[in-house]
T-cell receptor, first 111, second 116 residues
Framework: GNSVTQMEGPVTLSEEAFLTINCTYTATGYPSLFWYVQYPGEGLQLLLKATKADDKGSNKGFEATYRKETTSFHLEKGSVQVSDSAVYFCALRSGYSTLTFGKGTMLLVSP | DTEVTQTPKHLVMGMTNKKSLKCEQHMGHRAMYWYKQKAKKPPELMFVYSYEKLSINESVPSRFSPECPNSSLLNLHLHALQPEDSALYLC???????????????FGDGTRLSIL
């Protein structure tokens, strides 16, 4: 079956620090990969996606590259802001399956 | 601003009440979903509708009853809920679930439900 593993949080950073949140997956077939972000009191927002190997998804300064050889989709940002504080979910979808989420990683950015 | 609208934003109800959660999207999506999310956990899938027909029920108790009146609307009818049902209920939509595995789901902001 499909599964997603994310690094445990919270991740605590100072403003302007470099961010990496690790995500690895197990899937049948050729999954599409997603990062969602959930700000406090809100629903999930799609942050970025990649649909095939070596694709790079990017949005709002965040990037993630679909690495088939390492089954990974790590989220990175060069300089985080306080407003990036949120919970980040890595997710995949393969074939006719529904979304499979990781457990989520909370990011806390201090001024 | 989200393109999936959920009402109400907050709901407090007793265990004997009957209430409904509503979800609306105007993106032309033909798949719609209900999720339950507990604090500090990922969303858990409850139901999937594809072309207004129920295609997935993840063994959800019958006190939750979904309804899809048309391609833009999705309801979740609640009756005789338990305290453990208190959670954030999220609605999502996407292009047809069967043939669009690379299409993302778009989520609403959810209804925060508290059962007294």
């Amino acid at each position: 079956g499909n599964s997603v593993t994310q690094m445990e949080g919270p991740v605590t950073l100072s403003e302007e620090a470099f961010l990496t949140i690790n995500c690895t997956y197990t899937a049948t077939g050729y999954p599409s990969l997603f990062w969602y972000v959930q700000y406090p009191g809100e629903g999930l927002q799609l942050l970025l996606k990649a649909t095939k190997a070596d694709d790079k998804g990017s949005n709002k300064g965040f990037e993630a590259t679909y690495r088939k050889e390492t089954t990974s989709f790590h989220l990175e940002k060069g300089s985080v802001q306080v407003s990036d504080s949120a919970v980040y979910f890595c997710a995949l979808r393969s074939g006719y399956s529904t979304l499979t989420f990781g457990k989520g990683t909370m990011l806390l950015v201090s001024p | 601003d989200t393109e999936v609208t959920q009402t109400p934003k907050h709901l407090v109800m007793g265990m004997t009440n009957k209430k409904s959660l509503k979800c609306e999207q105007h993106m032309g999506h033909r798949a719609m979903y209900w999720y339950k999310q507990k604090a500090k956990k990922p969303p858990e899938l409850m139901f999937v509708y594809s072309y207004e027909k129920l295609s997935i029920n993840e063994s959800v108790p019958s006190r939750f009853s979904p309804e899809c009146p048309n391609s833009s609307l999705l309801n979740l009818h609640l009756h005789a809920l338990q305290p453990e049902d208190s959670a954030l209920y999220l609605c999502a939509s996407s292009q047809d679930n069967r043939y669009s595995s690379n299409q993302p789901q778009h989520f609403g902001d959810g209804t925060r439900l508290s059962i007294l």
